[in-house]
T-cell receptor, first 113, second 110 residues
Framework: DTAVSQTPKYLVTQMGNDKSIKCEQN?????MYWYKQDSKKFLKIMFS???????INETVPNRFSPKSPDKAHLNLHINSLELGDSAVYFC????????????FGQGTRLTVV | QKEVEQNSGPLSVPEGAIASLNCTYS??????FFWYRQYSGKSPELIMF????GDKEDGRFTAQLNKASQYVSLLIRDSQPSDSATYLC??????????FGPGTSLSVIP
């Protein structure tokens, strides 16, 4: 039973399109994240939600909009996709209380053509 | 100063040697430190965590933390070709954000 699952695994789309990536965790964690990993493999945090509330919003274009319907789900919607959005997007979750690590989904490889 | 820094590598070691990976950080209030391993095309997976100053050993892996120097390291003893991967240093900051360093690419040569 997958702890953090995200769909789709691969996404190829044209510039200007709007797309969504879904993420669900069954670990009972309070916090969920979206990370972007670029071609240089640097894993950069984009957003963090704690119990459905946005707590971290890094310098990300407002074309990216996270949505958390409940604390087990954090979806990422991207409007007007650009070539530079091509990357691997990882969803992760962790427990806020205590010193716990982040668990990752399998990643979504987004390719904008 | 970047929040988490690592040598990007690549670091090459012969099979059976000790691989030493280093990480420095800027947020003095950080309390939790993690080492993740990421194989090409896969998601990061946790291999070690450390919260207190000193050493923590788990099998062939030893994590070392020095909060005064804002330094954390990972030693891999008896390195195996299967250890070849990118190693990501991560920490939970004083404001509960889990952030990552740029990663060190390790290659273990048979």
């Amino acid at each position: 039973d997958t702890a953090v699952s995200q769909t789709p695994k691969y996404l190829v789309t044209q510039m200007g399109n709007d797309k969504s990536i879904k993420c669900e965790q069954n670990l009972g964690h309070d916090t969920m994240y979206w990370y972007k990993q670029d071609s240089k493999k640097f894993l950069k945090i984009m957003f963090s939600y704690n119990n459905k509330e946005l707590i971290i919003n890094e310098t990300v274009p407002n074309r990216f909009s996270p949505k958390s319907p409940d604390k087990a789900h954090l979806n990422l919607h991207i409007n007007s996709l650009e070539l530079g959005d091509s990357a691997v997007y990882f969803c992760a979750s962790s427990q806020v209380q205590g010193n716990t690590e982040a668990f990752f989904g399998q990643g979504t490889r987004l390719t904008v053509v | 100063q970047k929040e988490v820094e690592q040598n990007s590598g690549p670091l090459s070691v012969p099979e059976g040697a000790i691989a030493s990976l280093n990480c420095t950080y800027s947020d003095r209030g950080s309390q939790s430190f993690f080492w993740y391993r990421q194989y090409s095309g896969k998601s990061p997976e946790l291999i070690m965590f450390i919260y207190s100053n000193g050493d923590k050993e788990d099998g062939r892996f030893t994590a070392q933390l020095n909060k005064a120097s804002q330094y954390v390291s990972l030693l891999i003893r008896d390195s195996q070709p299967s250890d070849s991967a990118t190693y990501l240093c991560a920490l939970k900051t004083s404001y509960d954000k889990v952030i990552f360093g740029p990663g060190t690419s390790l290659s273990v040569i048979p």
